[in-house]
């Protein structure tokens, strides 16, 4: 077979990775077209970016005490925790992690969540026994953290939407998800109950208010992961669908004037007005389990972007011929969709050497792609893809975030800051909390997004540097005790147990 042609090759590589270029005047597009849909989503029930109200109306300050269970459903895993909140912004954290199996995400609700209340059993059994021996009338308040756009009715009841991130279970649609666990927790006769039911963005925003509590609190909660999403502080009175008629909302406390959005905006722009396309990116809708809809997420996180990246290998092997001496096998992940996991692309990424020696055992041991036969020039092709790729996936980040910013009217103009700097008055920080395997392990990722975030002119560079993110470690779980603290308060529920028993 004739030797590659490395000029062409990278060539080719490099026209694939302008496609994916998202520039300063789509990132300003963008935000503009999110803010709009923000206000849609407020005004009216029903809307793809649905704006679900959380009926969480307060974050935390880091006093809050007592111990809660939490149980986390999103991604690829089932974890299950229990959570010791010590009331100095601190906690520790008992947890267990199973793997959901695959078959289980499109089978039906009973097989799913029997399979989660067994879970919480086997958990309890092995770290709560005692305690439940001596105090069986005492349940353990639990928050479930369902990380999948629910409709919202109260703090502890939720109807499914829609399912995402490759779930796929039609029966649990329009069910409370906390009725459907509640059932399948009673049915093992374990003393536990579900108090809250938290989305991962909510949790992380709440873990992250508790552990680092500052002047103003924690605005925004995101997360770039299996999903990405983001829920953030709201005043109510932008929340104009709760005031409608026959809107059949719940009880909510009001004294706060304020409450906790869940803004779902993996489905920010389904209808594509300003979104990138790509080939690559079609290619993936089209054999996804929801085609047309989560069009932000699958541009963004970590389900999606190893199939970006597949889809874009398999175009340059059609092109010009990429791997042509190695062998690959039919069942091997590059010919196999949804099989290349996006800490493919972190590896790569993260592979500055000369050889490309790391990319080209990614290459190997992830995609089936003998290493042996892999020249230099063609890993280069696919760290290029991988670049373009994973710097589209961070500038798009910086499009809620910015919106997030303007909407709540945290961003000051650049003129008051210029005199605050002069008076040295010392400016409020902007807290966000972050979690997420794209935004933790990315190389570059918080840069890229940055850099995005400064391009935005309401934002520019002074207000960016405003903007301190961190990762909420365990967000989901502790955000879920957090907030089955505030259920359980409201209930009049004492803490399952006080701290000095532990
Ligand atoms: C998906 C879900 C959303 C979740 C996000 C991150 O977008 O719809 O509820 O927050 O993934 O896990």
């Known amino acids: 077979m004739a030797p590659i042609d490395s000029t062409a090759l990278i060539a080719r590589a490099e026209a694939i990775s302008k496609e994916f270029e998202y520039g300063a005047d789509d990132v300003r597009k963008g935000v503009k077209e999110f803010l709009r849909l923000m206000d849609v989503g407020l005004q009216n029930d029903g809307e793809a970016m649905t704006m679900i109200p959380t009926y969480v109306t307060s974050v935390p300050n880091g006093t809050e005490k007592g111990v809660y269970l939490a149980v986390d459903l999103g991604g690829t895993n089932f974890r299950v925790c229990s959570v010791y909140l010590t009331g100095d912004s601190k906690f520790t954290l008992t947890q267990s992690k199973a793997a959901i199996p695959k078959l289980m995400m499109t089978s039906d609700s009973h097989t799913l969540f029997s399979f989660l209340a067994q879970q ?85 925003l709440m873990a992250r208010s508790y552990t680092s509590p500052g002047k103003t609190g924690t605005l925004l909660g995101a997360i770039f992961g299996t999903g990405t999403n983001g829920a953030y502080v709201e005043k109510l009175s932008k929340i104009s669908k709760m005031t409608k008629p026959d809107s059949g909302v ?70 010009v011929g990429l791997f042509s001496a190695a062998t690959i096998e039919e069942t091997a992940a590059l010919n196999t969709p949804w099989s290349v996991d996006t800490s493919v692309l972190s590896y790569i990424e993260a592979d500055d050497s000369e050889d490309l020696a790391t990319a080209k ?92 975030l400064r391009e935005v002119p309401e934002i520019g560079s002074d207000n960016e540097k405003r903007v301190r993110m961190g990762v909420a470690k365990d967000g989901s779980g502790v955000g879920a005790a957090l907030i089955a603290l505030v259920a359980a308060k409201m209930a009049g529920i004492p803490a399952a147990f006080a701290a000095d028993e532990l």
Not at 266 to 276: E, R, W
Not at 419 to 448: C, N, Q, R
Request: proline share 3%.
């Open 120 to 204: 919480v059993k086997e958990f309890v059994d092995e770290h709560h026994g005692d305690h439940f021996a001596e105090t069986a009338d005492h349940h353990l308040q639990l928050g479930f953290t369902f990380s999948f756009p629910v409709d919202q009715r109260a703090v502890n009841k939720g109807y499914l939407i829609r399912w995402t991130k490759g779930f796929d279970i039609a029966d649990a649609i329009g069910k409370d998800v906390c009725e459907l666990l509640q059932k399948e927790i009673d049915a093992l006769g374990i003393p536990v109950t579900v108090a809250a039911l938290v989305n991962d963005t909510v949790g992380t």
């Open 250 to 319: 719940g009880e909510y406390d009001k004294s706060t004037g304020e409450m906790v959005v869940n803004t779902e905006w993996g489905s920010f722009d389904n209808a594509m007005q300003v979104l990138p396309d790509t080939l690559y990116d079609r290619q993936l809708d089209k054999n996804s389990v929801n085609p047309g809809i989560q069009m932000f997420e699958k541009r963004i996180s970590g389900m999606f972007l190893g199939e970006i990246l597949r889809n874009a290998i398999l175009g340059l092997q059609k092109d």
């Open 361 to 452: 055992s990614v290459l190997e041991e992830q995609l089936g792609v003998s290493a042996a036969h892999v020249s230099t020039e063609e890993a280069r092709a696919v760290k290029i893809l991988v670049h373009a790729i994973g710097k589209r996936s961070a500038r798009l980040s910086a499009v809620p975030v910015a919106a997030i910013l303007i909407a709540t009217g945290k961003v000051k103009p650049s003129a008051s800051l210029d005199d605050a700097a002069e008076t040295k008055e010392e400016l409020d920080v902007i807290d966000i909390g972050v979690d997420g395997s794209v935004v933790e392990f990315y190389p570059g990722f918080e840069k890229y997004l940055r850099e995005a």
